[in-house]
């Protein structure tokens, strides 16, 4: 495409030859003269653009590149996104109609628009909504809900009873609704709790592969509308997540632990059974939460502390060689003194 014609695309401004041929989308330290690439940091545009070979750059309202061609655009990662999506279009891996591969019970309650993938199972007294797609390979037990335009991607398992709300996505291999891990211990034996719960996922809620939450041993594991989890996560039994989290790799929650909303919770983190998480905190790689944290709250380290004194913990902790050495000589004063 020529420049100008990129410009028309993303209704944007150009800066430089608008007659500019363009034949792909590439990052900045990728991109070569044939390419075009993006920068939405107007405080940083010289610098990084200095060493970049790009034959153009999409740059935010006002901003003229030296020695670059250019396209200004109100919102600059829509305007590249929607670029890419031009020279690169997305492969299509959308399931349609049901395949005569799938095992789908007579009960089955489908909606309109249902994709259904090869050797997909759905199990007696299941609800579908509309334009769910359902890929190769999902296991879904009895009784299990699925709200209107939720994707399961393949090998995914529902356990009987669980519900997903609308505009979900669930990626490969997740399973939801497996048993949590609660034993009676009291005869010496580790006997397996009562597992008669279920899990609720709300609207919007997007689920990484390979995670895992469990059912509920009463009641429900909630997990509310918005919330984004991400690949190789644990929820644990009777867990309620609010709205709108973010929850991270390889994060961990135990039992009955609570979140308010806006959460976020980087990589690695760990959470004790049966704390709360206030709204809007943020829990840090790696942090052990063993208590409730507040709202608005940073928390990092382990255990887990406010985020400053984790900070003076550490510069105290980087002190210690030094402090060791100064306590020897003291001892070493003292015990000359004492003599």
Known sequence: MLLSEIAALIGGTVIGDGNYNITGVAPLQNAEPQDITFLERADRIAVLLRKSKAGAVIVPPGIKPEGFNAVQAEHVVEAFETV????????SDTVEGISERAAVHSSVKLGSGVAVGHFAVIAQGCEIGNNVII????????????GDNTVVFPNVVLYRST???????????????AFGFGYDSSSGQHKLSPQLGSVVIGNDVEIGANSAIDRATYGSTVIGDGTKIDNLV????????????????????????TTGNNVVMAGRV????????GDRAVLGAMAGIIADVEADARIVGIPATPEREQMRIQIALQALPAMRKEFKMLQKTVAALQK
Do not use: W, Y
């Open 135 to 146: 890929h190769g390979g999902v296991q879904i037990a009895a009784e299990c809900k699925i």
């Open 234 to 257: 644990h929820i644990a039994h009777n867990c309620k997540l609010g709205r709108h989290n973010l929850i991270c790799a390889h994060t961990g929650i135990a039992g009955s632990a």
């Open 163 to 177: 519900v997903i709300g609308k505009n979900c996505i669930i990626h490969g291999n997740t399973t939801i609704g």
């Open 270 to 277: 760990g959470v004790k059974d049966h704390v709360h998480i």
């Open 84 to 91: 890419v999506r031009h020279f690169k279009p997305p492969c």
